[in-house]
């Protein structure tokens, strides 16, 4: 079997994607196998591992709409042990389109089912909401992994978050458990840094990863060349910090 | 009359909040009557003016579902020429709850007309998706400011945005304008950043502010005393930049 771990948090741009692009690319390269799902109408994690949406046979929409098998959407990256299910932005009007269905918050469950004996590891990269594709991915998910800017307004949102994640796991998925928190985007010389750690630990208490990421430009830069940033630049600290936090998962995370 | 102007971009973490607070506040603090209306579930907006969203009467998805007038939701800040109508995290639910209704899209435009002869400007801060909340605001608004994030994804959802934009004017909102693109995070010591604004201007053109609003820590923390920056820390480089920006808006802005 897999572990499939969904990573969301509904404030935006606290490092949702660079953290499923960069510990996925981390496993990979640690040899596991990974398929990463991109679940965003945005298409950063798909962009971000150097696939071209334009130039795919088919999209996670489609997949969701039942129109072709998950398999038929799955690209290959620059890791061979690290596989991309591209998303579209015609997923944006996937909640109005799903709405008659009684099942809609399993779609992507049903659909990732054949593909749980094929990867260690499948990931889910959450859009900035707490909308239908969330809920999908939470529905489908073994676990979840929630970043965590260290800014003031990351913190406005974890309520609310953890909130969602209960009543999931209590009316769609009884075994979706918290993976834990990533602290991302630490920049260590400002006050306010110190004191939402403090509170984070506060929240998600042992459940907090001991790896923080520091704010690195080579993180934000590797994109740009379609790379995960242990192939853009692996001396980074960027790329040691998603090494190491790769390192912590596996001890973490029981094996499936 | 009043200019309306909806703060919007689907991708997370850009400034939106941080703009429309400052943007607000310094119209504010330059004698000009404002109104801030917090579309985002999150709430940032309503607490970074220090407004306690767990203490109000009545919250911006009651106005939506006609529960309440705009007018019983509007609250006072520490600014006397500044107002703000709280959200609520109700607001997630609300594109199911408004989906049966025909005119969903026009809910914030009709509860807002009875205002508009009250305030010079109404900005509407939009959340992180293309969704029911952020079409309600670009069909409520006489135009669109877009915060660009100096970063490579910050630029991939530009196109998405800007045809979204361009649907709701064909469809539901014909005077609807581009106000411009405010750059935001800049951080004049990378290379990725000057290659962005490259592109921002290509895609924007004439339409870029010309006031770039650098990285400044005072911008993150002055939420968390539940101010904006000029009321927290008027000498630094982010209450430079957004009274800069408010003077720069003022002259290119038509009064309504
Ligand atoms: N540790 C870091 N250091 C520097 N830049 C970072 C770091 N992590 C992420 N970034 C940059 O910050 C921006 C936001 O990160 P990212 O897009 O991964 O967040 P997100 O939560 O996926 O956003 P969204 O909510 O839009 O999906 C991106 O431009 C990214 O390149
Ligand atoms: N110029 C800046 N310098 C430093 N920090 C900033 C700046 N602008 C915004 N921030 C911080 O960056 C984070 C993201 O900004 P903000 O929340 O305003 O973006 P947003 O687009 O409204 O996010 P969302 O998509 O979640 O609504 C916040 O923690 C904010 O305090
Ligand atoms: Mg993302
Ligand atoms: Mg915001």
Not at 17 to 30: D, P
Not at 214 to 242: C, M, Q, T, W
């Amino acid at each position: 079997g897999s572990r499939v771990i969904a990573i969301a948090n509904q404030k935006g741009g606290v490092g949702k994607t660079t953290s499923a692009v960069n510990l996925a690319a981390c496993l990979a390269v640690l040899e596991h196998s990974v398929l990463l799902v991109d679940c965003d109408p945005q298409g950063n994690a798909t962009s971000g591992l150097g696939v071209d949406r334009d130039a795919v046979p088919r999209t996670l929409d489609e997949v969701l709409l039942r129109e072709a098998p998950l398999l038929d959407a799955v690209r290959p990256t620059a890791l061979p042990a690290l596989k991309v299910v591209p998303s579209s932005p015609n997923l944006n009007g996937i909640e109005v389109e799903l709405l008659p269905a009684e099942d809609r918050a399993f779609r992507l469950r049903e659909a990732l089912a054949p593909l749980r004996g094929g990867y260690e590891y499948i990931f889910l990269d959450c859009p900035p909401s707490l909308g239908i594709l969330t809920v999908n991915a939470l529905t489908a998910a073994d676990s979840v992994l929630v970043p965590v800017q260290c800014e003031y307004f990351a913190l406005e949102g974890l309520g609310q978050l953890l909130r969602t994640i209960e009543l999931v796991r209590l009316e769609l998925n009884p075994a979706l458990e918290l993976e834990g928190a990533i602290l991302t985007m630490y920049d260590g010389r400002t006050r306010l840094a110190q004191e939402v750690i403090r509170q984070v630990r506060g929240h998600f208490r042992e459940r907090v990863f001991r790896t923080v990421v520091p704010r690195n430009v080579r993180l934000s830069e590797a994109p740009s060349f379609g790379k995960p940033v242990i192939l853009h630049d692996i001396k980074s600290p960027g790329a040691a910090a998603y090494l190491a936090l790769a390192r912590e998962f596996l001890r973490r995370s029981p094996r499936a």
